[in-house]
């Protein structure tokens, strides 16, 4: 059983930032594509960023390309979710997620294992 763990969500207004965090104790992050996904109550999980492993790309959905950046430290083994201009809609709980394949990452939810216990996003008007 691999654990991640995210933390870094709170209540902030339209147009701030936040940046959230996840780690891992028993593994290297950059050893299998990972990714974050959020969810909100009543609507399916959707993938947010992800990094391949294989070719160390980085994608992101269309609804936050411009707004949020995917950043991977090694050193530390931590992966990052920086999030600006956030709107309502971002509302969220966002969870990294590991999967343990080796072609190119995808939004895939069938495709990740191990998940964390995920971190609540929440963006006021």
């Known amino acids: 059983q691999l654990h991640l763990v995210e933390s870094g969500g709170g209540l902030v207004q339209n147009g701030e930032s936040l940046r959230l965090s996840c780690t891992a104790s028993?593994?290297?992050?950059?050893?299998?594509?990972i990714a974050w996904f959020r969810q909100t109550p009543g609507k399916e999980r959707e993938g947010v960023s992800c990094?391949?492993?294989?070719?160390?790309?980085?994608h992101y959905a269309d609804f936050v390309k411009g707004r949020f950046t995917m950043t991977r430290d090694g050193a530390k083994n931590m992966l990052y979710l920086q999030m600006d201009s956030l709107k309502p809609e971002d509302t969220a709980s966002y969870y990294c997620?590991?999967?343990?394949?080796?072609?190119?990452?995808?939004?895939?939810?069938?495709?990740?294992?191990?998940w964390g216990q995920g971190t609540q996003v929440t963006v006021s008007p």
């Open positions: 990094i391949s492993r294989a070719t160390g790309k980085t």
């Open positions: 028993e593994f290297s992050l950059g050893t299998y594509n």
């Open positions: 997620a590991i999967a343990l394949t080796f072609t190119d990452c995808s939004f895939s939810v069938e495709e990740y294992r191990f």
